[in-house]
């Protein structure tokens, strides 16, 4: 029996809510070198830089919360000795190199804990500690990385000489540390610091149709662009919009040939995290009946609360991303079965991290994650950071595949969900580690082409699909910034007092940061200048080290920093004339939910990296069927398999801008047209030579766009979009 398929050991340990992570379960570690070689004592502290929010100031400040405030489920990330990381890292980079001995020899969270933890010693002296101010400490994880513990305010307070205080910004209120954390300097080698010392959410990633389609603005760039042949094509608002359901994502992206060989997903299992649960179950089996995927009898879905985590219920809102996931998931990988693993939040740890630590902890991870959250680098803080890293590098070490989605902000992940940039460019610390692939979202460029006939039938089939084949891309970008939007709607530019982001008309509908995320990781480490308003990648800040995988690849700039994203799909939110149509029936105001009834037109629809990241890992567990085994970190394979495609200049033959035209041995779709750069306000990396509203530019002094899509990778669209087929028929050509 292949490694993995025992998923159903994983559901049962989960539903039961054993808690496999008991603080008497550390590992021994015997051979680890002890790093605490001096009495652990308050009277020598030392300070961890980069863990104060920035909305931690002044300005925001309404005083100390009441001392007895319960903080449950804090986070305590520790570090191993450098010379096992050294040894770990070079360890996962043979376990996913073919031809070693290592390859595809996963470990398990007892072995990573045994064999690269911290010391038994240095593990009690640091819990011993928190012992010793009154905390609870409830679980030490198997890996030895991790210790969950529990206390007050006032206790988080006399531990680590940080006060937590209230704060009002931008409305609404929020507990954070006003001062970084202390520790005594004889931890200083085992600890790296509190995960999170606040309750500011990481965001969902997806976006509801977009403002300008609501009002009418985003059926203009419609009419203004190159006319569409004939008839409007059907699966539409009667306005001439294209709802995306999964018949068209498999006719697209080319499913067709992998599902006609029995490859759906059947044996494997795909986890999406969340911190809630879903409002209905009864939307997940609509959406399959409603779309055809019901005839593919062995998919399933249920909730579970790994480790005995506290069920969350439902979070209103969030609700939203767990449906949409699991039934985009499902649309990947019909036959598979679909798991939403969420714990509650707790008043400084998001809930979703809780279920991702119990998950690899787990005895038989499971082999593919899907996680559509983010927040900024310089949001996580260095310990945030270092907490998602340290959980994706053992889930690689592991075996499992997680994805992650980029986000929905541009180059401005600091300013997720405004109307503008402030803060720079920036990349979300969920997606940035080098263990994780990182997800980008595209849009179709058949409306600017003005050839939607072209690629859309005038009538749908049973299952209301009616694209005709892989359709031409773009990046998906909503702003006014667009260098595709401003030429359609008759402007040159979108910068400068007479540009197009400081009309009309383009700060009525177009002020947005909606766009598909990538960049640089530039504030994984270090932290960013106190003063109060500094960009995202100020003060100590750097970025993750470029993988080795990701070197030497034409486009890939030699920057020496992980760049996001790694590969992309559609998740547009309607700006030219597509969106993906979901089932979400919650009927609370504000929520976005509608019945799941009659023409699936009139149900919820949105785009986002949300949808993305779901649908690839549920590619990833087709993957995983064809070549019987877990994969671990997809990208080496990504990356080995672009280097082919691309060479030394890149391929035109691959462009997405060919449409119906592209080659039809591609493994990637190049997108090589558009930008998803956005607006935005003040002097961190915006452009503003006259006006009001400027454009994100890697210099605030010239237009350099963040960012553009060029041939081979870059920032806009990473390696590009997948041809499924191909790329299960060329898995293991890899590295040949």
Same mark, same amino acid.
């Given at each position: 029996?292949?490694?993995?398929?025992?998923?159903?050991?994983?559901?049962?340990?989960?539903?039961?809510?054993?808690?496999?992570?008991?603080?008497? $379960?550390?590992?021994?570690?015997?051979?680890?070198?002890?790093?605490?070689?001096?009495?652990?004592?308050?009277?020598?502290?030392?300070?961890?830089?980069?863990?104060?929010? #920035?909305?931690?100031?002044?300005?925001?400040? @309404?005083?100390? *919360?009441?001392? %007895?405030? @319960?903080?449950?489920?804090?986070?305590?990330?520790?570090?191993?000795?450098?010379?096992?990381?050294?040894?770990?890292?070079? +360890?996962?980079?043979?376990?996913? @190199?073919?031809?070693?001995?290592?390859?595809?020899?996963?470990?398990? %969270?007892?072995?990573?804990?045994?064999?690269?933890?911290?010391?038994? +010693?240095?593990?009690?002296?640091?819990?011993?500690?928190?012992?010793?101010?009154?905390?609870?400490?409830?679980?030490?994880?198997?890996?030895?990385?991790?210790?969950?513990?529990?206390?007050?305010?006032?206790?988080?307070?006399?531990?680590?000489?940080?006060?937590?205080?209230?704060?009002?910004?931008?409305?609404?209120?929020?507990?954070?540390?006003?001062?970084? #954390?202390?520790?005594?300097?004889?931890?200083?080698?085992?600890?790296?610091?509190?995960?999170?010392?606040?309750?500011? @959410?990481?965001?969902?990633?997806?976006?509801?149709?977009?403002?300008?389609?609501?009002?009418? %603005?985003?059926?203009?760039?419609?009419?203004?662009?190159?006319?569409?042949?004939?008839?409007? #094509?059907?699966?539409?608002?009667? =306005?001439?919009?294209?709802?995306?359901?999964?018949?068209?994502?498999?006719?697209?992206?080319?499913?067709?040939?992998?599902?006609?060989?029995?490859?759906?997903? +059947?044996?494997?299992?795909?986890?999406?995290?969340?911190?809630?649960? *879903?409002?209905?179950?009864?939307?997940?089996?609509?959406?399959?009946?409603?779309?055809?995927?019901?005839?593919?009898?062995?998919?399933?879905?249920?909730?579970?609360?790994?480790?005995?985590?506290?069920?969350?219920?439902?979070?209103?809102?969030?609700?939203?991303?767990?449906?949409?996931?699991?039934?985009?998931?499902?649309?990947?990988?019909?036959?598979?079965?679909?798991?939403?693993?969420?714990?509650?939040?707790?008043?400084?740890?998001?809930?979703?991290?809780?279920?991702?630590?119990?998950?690899?902890?787990? #005895?038989?991870?499971?082999?593919?994650?899907?996680?559509?959250?983010?927040?900024?680098? %310089?949001?996580?803080?260095?310990?945030?950071?270092?907490?998602?890293?340290?959980?994706? $590098?053992?889930?690689?070490?592991?075996?499992?595949?997680?994805?992650?989605?980029?986000?929905?902000?541009?180059?401005?992940?600091?300013?997720?969900?405004?109307?503008?940039?402030?803060?720079?460019?920036?990349?979300?610390?969920?997606?940035?580690?080098?263990?994780?692939? =990182?997800?980008?979202?595209?849009?179709?460029?058949?409306?600017?082409?003005?050839?939607?006939?072209?690629?859309?039938? =005038?009538?749908?089939?049973?299952?209301?699909?009616?694209?005709?084949?892989?359709?031409?891309?773009?990046?998906?970008?909503?702003?006014?910034?667009?260098?595709?939007?401003?030429?359609?709607?008759?402007?040159?530019?979108?910068?400068?007092?007479?540009?197009?982001?400081?009309?009309?008309?383009?700060?009525?509908?177009?002020?947005?940061? =909606?766009?598909?995320?990538?960049?640089?990781?530039?504030?994984?480490?270090?932290?960013?200048?106190?003063?109060?308003?500094?960009?995202?990648?100020?003060?100590?800040?750097?970025?993750?080290?470029?993988?080795?995988?990701?070197?030497?690849?034409?486009?890939?700039?030699?920057?020496?920093?992980?760049?996001?994203?790694?590969?992309?799909?559609?998740?547009?939110?309607?700006?030219?004339?597509?969106?993906?149509?979901?089932?979400?029936?919650?009927?609370?105001?504000?929520?976005?939910?509608?019945?799941?009834?009659?023409?699936?037109?009139?149900?919820?629809?949105?785009?986002?990296?949300?949808?993305?990241?779901?649908?690839?890992?549920?590619?990833?567990?087709?993957?995983?069927?064809?070549?019987?085994?877990?994969?671990?970190?997809?990208?080496?394979?990504?990356?080995?398999?672009?280097?082919?495609?691309?060479?030394?200049?890149?391929?035109?033959?691959?462009?997405?801008?060919?449409?119906?035209?592209?080659?039809?041995?591609?493994?990637?779709?190049?997108?090589?047209?558009?930008?998803?750069?956005?607006?935005?306000?003040?002097?961190?990396?915006?452009?503003?030579?006259?006006?009001?509203?400027?454009?994100?530019?890697?210099?605030?002094?010239?237009?350099?766009?963040?960012?553009?899509?060029?041939?081979?990778?870059?920032?806009?669209?990473?390696?590009?979009?997948?041809?499924?087929?191909?790329?299960?028929?060329?898995?293991?050509?890899?590295? $040949?």
């Amino acid at each position: 029996m292949k490694l993995r398929s025992l998923c159903t050991q994983f559901l049962c340990l989960s539903a039961m809510g054993i808690s496999l992570l008991s603080s008497g $379960q550390a590992q021994t570690g015997t051979s680890a070198r002890s790093t605490v070689t001096a009495p652990v004592s308050d009277s020598k502290m030392i300070t961890l830089a980069g863990n104060v929010r #920035p909305e931690a100031n002044a300005l925001n400040d @309404r005083g100390a *919360v009441d001392g %007895a405030m @319960r903080l449950d489920h804090m986070l305590l990330q520790l570090k191993r000795p450098a010379e096992r990381e050294a040894a770990l890292t070079a +360890k996962i980079e043979s376990m996913h @190199r073919p031809g070693s001995p290592d390859f595809h020899q996963w470990l398990t %969270a007892e072995e990573l804990g045994a064999d690269y933890g911290p010391s038994a +010693k240095d593990i009690a002296e640091v819990t011993g500690w928190l012992k010793s101010h009154g905390f609870e400490v409830n679980e030490v994880s198997k890996s030895g990385m991790v210790v969950d513990f529990s206390g007050s305010a006032a206790q988080v307070n006399s531990a680590f000489r940080t006060e937590m205080h209230t704060l009002k910004v931008r409305g609404e209120s929020h507990i954070a540390n006003m001062q970084n #954390p202390q520790i005594p300097a004889a931890l200083a080698e085992v600890v790296v610091g509190v995960s999170s010392l606040s309750d500011f @959410r990481p965001k969902p990633a997806n976006k509801g149709i977009s403002a300008a389609r609501i009002d009418g %603005a985003s059926k203009g760039i419609v009419a203004r662009a190159a006319k569409p042949e004939g008839a409007s #094509p059907d699966f539409t608002t009667n =306005a001439g919009f294209q709802a995306v359901v999964p018949d068209d994502l498999h006719t697209i992206y080319n499913f067709g040939p992998v599902y006609g060989r029995g490859v759906t997903g +059947k044996g494997e299992t795909v986890v999406v995290i969340e911190n809630t649960n *879903v409002y209905s179950t009864a939307d997940w089996v609509t959406f399959r009946s409603t779309f055809g995927l019901s005839k593919y009898t062995k998919g399933s879905f249920r909730q579970v609360h790994p480790g005995g985590c506290k069920n969350p219920g439902v979070l209103i809102g969030n609700d939203g991303e767990a449906i949409l996931d699991a039934e985009y998931a499902s649309a990947a990988a019909p036959n598979a079965a679909i798991v939403l693993a969420s714990c509650a939040d707790t008043q400084t740890t998001f809930g979703g991290l809780l279920a991702i630590n119990a998950l690899i902890n787990l #005895p038989l991870p499971p082999p593919v994650i899907s996680i559509s959250y983010g927040e900024c680098e %310089a949001g996580l803080g260095a310990a945030g950071n270092a907490t998602y890293s340290t959980a994706y $590098q053992q889930a690689s070490a592991e075996g499992v595949s997680v994805f992650v989605s980029s986000g929905d902000e541009g180059a401005a992940s600091c300013d997720a969900n405004q109307p503008a940039a402030q803060f720079g460019i920036a990349v979300s610390g969920f997606a940035s580690t080098q263990y994780n692939v =990182a997800v980008g979202g595209t849009d179709f460029g058949d409306t600017y082409a003005g050839t939607v006939s072209t690629y859309w039938s =005038a009538k749908n089939n049973a299952t209301f699909g009616s694209a005709k084949s892989y359709i031409p891309e773009i990046p998906w970008n909503d702003s006014c910034a667009s260098t595709l939007i401003t030429n359609t709607v008759g402007y040159n530019v979108p910068f400068g007092k007479n540009g197009f982001c400081n009309s009309a008309e383009g700060e009525a509908f177009f002020l947005t940061t =909606a766009s598909g995320s990538g960049g640089p990781s530039n504030c994984a480490y270090g932290n960013t200048s106190p003063l109060n308003g500094t960009a995202a990648d100020s003060g100590t800040c750097k970025g993750y080290k470029k993988p080795n995988y990701q070197r030497s690849l034409f486009g890939n700039p030699a920057d020496g920093v992980r760049d996001l994203p790694d590969v992309s799909l559609f998740a547009a939110n309607g700006v030219w004339g597509h969106y993906y149509v979901f089932c979400y029936s919650q009927p609370a105001p504000g929520a976005g939910g509608a019945p799941c009834t009659g023409d699936p037109s009139n149900w919820s629809g949105a785009g986002g990296t949300s949808f993305a990241a779901p649908i690839v890992a549920g590619i990833q567990a087709l993957v995983d069927q064809s070549t019987g085994t877990p994969q671990g970190n997809p990208n080496y394979v990504y990356y080995a398999l672009a280097r082919q495609e691309f060479g030394g200049a890149g391929n035109n033959s691959c462009s997405a801008t060919l449409g119906n035209g592209v080659d039809s041995t591609c493994t990637f779709y190049d997108v090589t047209l558009g930008d998803m750069d956005v607006n935005c306000l003040g002097k961190f990396n915006c452009y503003t030579p006259s006006g009001t509203n400027g454009v994100l530019s890697v210099s605030s002094k010239a237009y350099e766009k963040a960012y553009n899509s060029n041939a081979g990778w870059d920032f806009a669209t990473g390696i590009g979009t997948l041809n499924v087929n191909n790329l299960i028929k060329n898995w293991d050509k890899a590295f $040949q």
